[in-house]
């Protein structure tokens, strides 16, 4: 049983850890007490980690489908939740569920432009509004650079006239990343959304470095490597130094921690429609994180399967 003095001690020891692993907790949210890293423009303070909607909530009007959703979405607490009008029904999906539940001021929502041409891009985006029932969008993303430099235009003026509050450009694979580190060299967006994980290492070779020098926030997409990481542990136990040190209970909390660890990262979206899974993912942004040396330490032992 735990009392008020082990919560309180709870806490204390995950603001310590914290500030031990050079984050800045922010504030403790209640979902269970998630650190949060700092938006480096504007010092808005984002839990570590989010959720994307990819596959999982292209769902249409399916009740049977949506119900898991529904329980996904009440455990977030000011955490991203990113979709793109690439992604069949989500967007719609997730905005009738944020609606439904009242969740809108609790999310930090974030979508995409991912198609050719101005007036394209507007109609596009207005439709993404819509769906996801936003009056102002928190964060609008140019998806794998498409016609980055028209949709760009749209939305420097977008954001002067408050209709979105950020804007950054995503990409998925490392063969764009030259382009993607010249468009962050012009200074204009806020965020950049990338794959990085055990399994896609390549992003910490330039773009992290490149992103944290320019302050911008970085969100990780495919943080299993689209569930590769699972097929290679399958079977494995979760090493048991890794549970001792850092309190990991599950592989997916060792592929997030080893990710969310990394200094220029803001946080991790992994895609899932399954509660028991957002709550395991969740988790990842409590207790202890993993320094450098434990970071190598896990990297190895995955190598090692
Ligand atoms: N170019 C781009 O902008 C771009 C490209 C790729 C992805 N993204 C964004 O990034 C998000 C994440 O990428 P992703 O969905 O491709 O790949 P991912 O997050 O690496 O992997 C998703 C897979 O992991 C499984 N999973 C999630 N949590 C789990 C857990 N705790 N235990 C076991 N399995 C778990 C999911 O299945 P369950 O549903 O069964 O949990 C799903 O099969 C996308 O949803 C999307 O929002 C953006």
Redesign the pocket.
């Known amino acids: 049983m735990s009392g008020p003095m082990d919560e309180r001690r709870r806490r204390t020891l995950g603001l310590l850890a914290a500030a031990a692993a050079g984050i800045p907790a922010g504030r403790l949210l209640a979902q269970s007490r998630i650190m949060t890293r700092k938006i480096p423009v504007s010092g808005e303070p984002l839990p570590l980690i989010g959720v994307?909607?990819?596959?999982?909530f292209d769902v249409g009007n399916d009740a049977r489908g949506r119900a898991p959703l529904r329980e996904v979405l009440k455990l977030l607490d000011g955490n991203v939740i990113?979709?793109?009008p690439m992604y069949g029904s989500s967007e719609a999906v997730a905005g009738d569920l944020i609606a439904e539940l009242g969740l809108r001021a609790k999310l930090f929502v974030a979508t995409?432009v991912w198609t050719s041409g101005r007036a394209e891009g507007i109609r596009q985006m207005e439709i993404s509004f819509r769906r996801l029932r936003v009056e102002r969008m928190d964060l609008m993303q140019v998806?794998?650079l498409v016609d980055v430099a028209t949709h760009t235009k749209t939305l420097k003026d977008w954001k002067s006239q408050g209709r979105v509050r950020y804007m950054g450009i995503?990409?998925?694979t490392s063969s764009a990343y030259a382009e993607v580190e010249r468009w962050l060299g012009t200074g204009d967006y806020d965020f950049v959304?990338i794959?990085y994980?055990l399994d896609e290492r390549e992003a910490e070779k330039r773009i992290l470095e490149v992103a944290r020098e320019r302050g911008v926030a970085v969100i990780v997409?495919?943080?299993?490597?689209?569930?590769s990481l699972?097929r290679r542990v399958r079977g494995k136990a979760v090493p048991g130094w890794a549970k001792a040190e850092l309190g990991i209970e599950?592989w997916?909390q060792f592929f997030l921690k080893w990710i969310v660890a990394h200094p220029a990262v803001t946080c991790a979206?992994?895609?899932?429609?399954?509660p028991e899974?957002m709550r395991?993912?969740l988790a990842a942004g409590t207790g202890r994180l993993p320094d450098a040396a434990q970071r190598i330490r896990m990297a190895k032992d995955l190598d090692s399967f």
């Open positions: 994307g909607t990819w596959q999982t990113d979709s793109s995409k998806h794998n995503t990409h998925y959304q794959n994980s997409n495919r943080p299993f490597g689209g569930a699972f599950s997916a979206i992994p895609g899932t429609g399954k899974h395991d993912n």
